[in-house]
C-alpha cells in the first residue's frame, strides 16, 4: 500500500494510522507543486490528499482510506474491536472530524474561496475561529475521563491530533481545553506519531 501525503495536511493522519498498524506500506511525500503535477493528478483529479495505491486500486477521500486501512489491517483495531457499536463509534469520531472540524478550518486557510472582498477577510476568520472553538470544546467534552476520542484508540486519533496542530499553527485560542490538551500532549509522546512526523520534516 502507498499512501500520498503533503506534510501536516489531513494526510499526515493517514500516515499516522498506517504506522500504528505496524506494517509495511511505502509513501510518497507531496508538495503544493507535485499535488498539481500531470503524475498525481492521475491519481487523484483533484490534486488533494490523502490518496492511496494498493495494486491496482486507486483511493481518495480520507474517511474511506482510514477505513481502507483498518479494515486492511484489522489487527490494528484502528476501527475498534469489530463489534458494529465500536465501528460505529469510530466512524462516528472519524465523520466529526472530517466533515464537521475539517471543513470549518477552511475559511482561515484560504477566505477568498468564501468571499470576494477583501476588507471582510478578518470577519470570515473570526467567524471561523469561533465555529472551530466550539467544535474544539465539544471534542473536549467528549474526552472526559477518556484517552481517545471514540474512547478506544481509533483512525479518528490522528486526525484530530492534525486539526490541533493547524489549530496551534492558527494561533486559535484552545486555552481551558483540558482534555483535549492532555489529548495532545498523548499523541505529542506517541512513538509512531512522532516517526510519521519525523518522516514528513515536522519534527
Ligand atoms: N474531501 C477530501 C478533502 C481532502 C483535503 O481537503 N485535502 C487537503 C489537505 S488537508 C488538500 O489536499 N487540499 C488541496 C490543496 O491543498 O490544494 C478528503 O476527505 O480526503
Redesign the pocket.
Known amino acids: 500500500m502507498k499512501l500520498y501525503t503533503?506534510p501536516g495536511?489531513?494526510?499526515t493522519a493517514d500516515h499516522i494510522a498506517l504506522q500504528w498498524t505496524g506494517q509495511p506500506f511505502a509513501l510518497e511525500i507531496l508538495d503544493?507543486e507535485t499535488?498539481?503535477a500531470p503524475a498525481y493528478l492521475a491519481i487523484n483529479p483533484?490534486?488533494?490528499?490523502?490518496a492511496i495505491v494498493d495494486g491496482d486500486f486507486v483511493l481518495?477521500?480520507?474517511?474511506a482510506?482510514m477505513g481502507y486501512i483498518a479494515d486492511t489491517y484489522p489487527e490494528a483495531g484502528l476501527a475498534g474491536d469489530g463489534s458494529p457499536r465500536q465501528r460505529a463509534e469510530a466512524a462516528r469520531w472519524l465523520a466529526f472530524v472530517?466533515s464537521d472540524l475539517?471543513p470549518a478550518f477552511k475559511p482561515l486557510f484560504g477566505p477568498g474561496n468564501f468571499i470576494a472582498d477583501e476588507g471582510q477577510f478578518d470577519a470570515v476568520r473570526d467567524a471561523a475561529r469561533k465555529r472551530v472553538r466550539a467544535l474544539f470544546e465539544s471534542a473536549d467534552r467528549q474526552l472526559a475521563g477518556k484517552q481517545w476520542i471514540a474512547g478506544f484508540r481509533s483512525y479518528a486519533d490522528p486526525y484530530l491530533y492534525i486539526t490541533m496542530r493547524w489549530a496551534d499553527g492558527l494561533g486559535i485560542d484552545l486555552s481551558g481545553l483540558a482534555n483535549l490538551a492532555a489529548f495532545k500532549a498523548r499523541m505529542d509522546a506517541d512513538p509512531a506519531v512522532q516517526k510519521a512526523l519525523k518522516i514528513e520534516g515536522l519534527a
Open positions: 503533503k495536511a489531513c494526510s503544493k499535488m498539481k483533484s490534486g488533494a490528499v490523502p481518495t477521500q480520507n474517511t482510506i472530517n475539517h
